[in-house]
Protein backbone atom coordinates (compact mmCIF):
# COMPACT_ATOMS: atom_id res chain seq x y z
CA UNK A 1 0.00 0.00 0.00
CA UNK A 2 1.55 3.11 -1.15
CA UNK A 3 1.42 6.10 1.01
CA UNK A 4 1.66 9.75 -0.02
CA UNK A 5 2.70 13.07 2.13
CA UNK A 6 2.62 16.38 0.80
CA UNK A 7 4.07 19.09 2.14
CA UNK A 8 5.54 23.17 1.15
CA UNK A 9 2.17 24.58 1.31
CA UNK A 10 1.65 27.75 2.54
CA UNK A 11 0.27 31.55 1.80
CA UNK A 12 2.05 33.42 -0.53
CA UNK A 13 1.51 36.70 -2.35
CA UNK A 14 0.39 37.13 -5.55
CA UNK A 15 3.66 36.87 -8.01
CA UNK A 16 5.53 34.18 -5.81
CA UNK A 17 6.44 30.86 -5.58
CA UNK A 18 6.24 27.83 -3.82
CA UNK A 19 7.37 24.22 -3.97
CA UNK A 20 5.54 21.39 -3.18
CA UNK A 21 6.41 17.79 -1.85
CA UNK A 22 5.21 14.36 -2.27
CA UNK A 23 6.85 11.82 -0.62
CA UNK A 24 5.73 7.94 -0.49
CA UNK A 25 6.12 5.18 1.53
CA UNK A 26 5.31 1.64 1.15
CA UNK A 27 6.40 1.26 -2.84
CA UNK A 28 8.20 2.64 -5.12
CA UNK A 29 7.23 5.62 -6.87
CA UNK A 30 9.36 4.73 -10.07
CA UNK A 31 6.43 2.15 -11.13
CA UNK A 32 3.79 5.27 -11.01
CA UNK A 33 2.94 8.21 -13.28
CA UNK A 34 2.65 10.83 -10.58
CA UNK A 35 0.07 13.93 -10.54
CA UNK A 36 -0.62 16.80 -9.17
CA UNK A 37 -4.93 17.54 -8.76
CA UNK A 38 -5.59 20.92 -6.88
CA UNK A 39 -9.47 21.49 -5.58
CA UNK A 40 -11.07 25.26 -4.39
CA UNK A 41 -13.70 25.58 -2.42
CA UNK A 42 -16.78 25.21 -4.12
CA UNK A 43 -15.50 23.94 -7.36
CA UNK A 44 -14.87 20.38 -8.62
CA UNK A 45 -11.36 18.67 -8.11
CA UNK A 46 -9.22 19.74 -11.65
CA UNK A 47 -6.40 17.98 -12.95
CA UNK A 48 -2.84 20.48 -12.49
CA UNK A 49 0.27 18.44 -13.83
CA UNK A 50 1.36 14.58 -14.26
CA UNK A 51 4.70 12.87 -15.32
CA UNK A 52 5.40 9.59 -16.49
CA UNK A 53 7.33 7.10 -14.50
CA UNK A 54 10.85 7.96 -16.27
CA UNK A 55 10.33 11.56 -16.38
CA UNK A 56 9.74 11.56 -20.37
CA UNK A 57 6.41 12.97 -20.31
CA UNK A 58 4.59 15.95 -18.76
CA UNK A 59 1.48 17.02 -18.94
CA UNK A 60 -0.14 20.46 -18.06
CA UNK A 61 -3.11 22.51 -17.34
CA UNK A 62 -3.15 25.03 -19.90
CA UNK A 63 -3.64 28.15 -17.35
CA UNK A 64 -0.01 26.77 -15.45
CA UNK A 65 2.10 26.17 -18.42
CA UNK A 66 5.05 28.47 -18.14
CA UNK A 67 4.47 28.55 -14.29
CA UNK A 68 4.10 25.41 -12.83
CA UNK A 69 6.96 22.25 -13.26
CA UNK A 70 6.44 19.02 -12.51
CA UNK A 71 9.34 16.79 -11.65
CA UNK A 72 10.44 13.75 -9.76
CA UNK A 73 13.47 11.67 -8.11
CA UNK A 74 12.53 7.88 -8.04
CA UNK A 75 15.92 7.90 -5.91
CA UNK A 76 14.22 9.68 -2.79
CA UNK A 77 10.58 8.05 -3.71
CA UNK A 78 9.18 12.09 -3.90
CA UNK A 79 7.89 14.02 -6.65
CA UNK A 80 7.75 18.34 -6.57
CA UNK A 81 6.03 20.92 -8.46
CA UNK A 82 7.36 24.31 -8.50
CA UNK A 83 5.08 26.61 -8.35
CA UNK A 84 6.16 30.26 -10.17
CA UNK A 85 4.52 33.28 -10.73
CA UNK A 86 1.53 32.09 -8.50
CA UNK A 87 -1.89 33.80 -8.88
CA UNK A 88 -5.01 34.08 -6.44
CA UNK A 89 -7.28 31.81 -8.79
CA UNK A 90 -4.23 29.11 -7.86
CA UNK A 91 -5.63 28.97 -4.26
CA UNK A 92 -6.43 25.51 -3.92
CA UNK A 93 -5.54 22.34 -2.19
CA UNK A 94 -3.16 20.82 -3.81
CA UNK A 95 -2.99 16.72 -3.96
CA UNK A 96 -0.65 14.46 -5.22
CA UNK A 97 -2.12 11.28 -6.77
CA UNK A 98 -0.23 7.93 -8.69
CA UNK A 99 -1.17 5.63 -11.00
CA UNK A 100 0.50 2.97 -12.40
CA UNK A 101 -1.85 2.97 -15.80
CA UNK A 102 -4.87 5.02 -17.73
CA UNK A 103 -4.45 8.46 -18.78
CA UNK A 104 -2.84 10.61 -16.93
CA UNK A 105 -5.32 13.70 -17.07
CA UNK A 106 -7.59 11.62 -15.57
CA UNK A 107 -8.30 11.67 -11.86
CA UNK A 108 -9.63 8.05 -12.18
CA UNK A 109 -6.68 6.86 -13.48
CA UNK A 110 -5.00 7.02 -9.67
CA UNK A 111 -5.02 4.63 -7.14
CA UNK A 112 -2.93 6.31 -4.57
CA UNK A 113 -4.05 9.84 -3.15
CA UNK A 114 -2.24 11.94 -0.38
CA UNK A 115 -4.45 13.92 1.92
CA UNK A 116 -3.50 17.34 0.34
CA UNK A 117 -1.51 20.80 1.26
CA UNK A 118 -3.36 24.15 1.71
CA UNK A 119 -1.74 26.99 -1.06
CA UNK A 120 -3.20 30.10 -0.42
CA UNK A 121 -1.90 33.11 -3.04
CA UNK A 122 -2.72 36.45 -1.62
CA UNK A 123 -3.35 39.56 -4.26
Known amino acids: QVQLVESGGGLVQAGGSLRLSCAAS????????MGWFRQAPGKEREFVTA????????YYLDSVKGRFTISRDNGKNTAYLQMDSLKPEDTAVYSC????????????????WGQGTQVTVSS
Open 97 to 112: AAAKRGRPITGTSYDY
Open 51 to 58: ISWSGGST
Open 26 to 33: GGTLSMYT
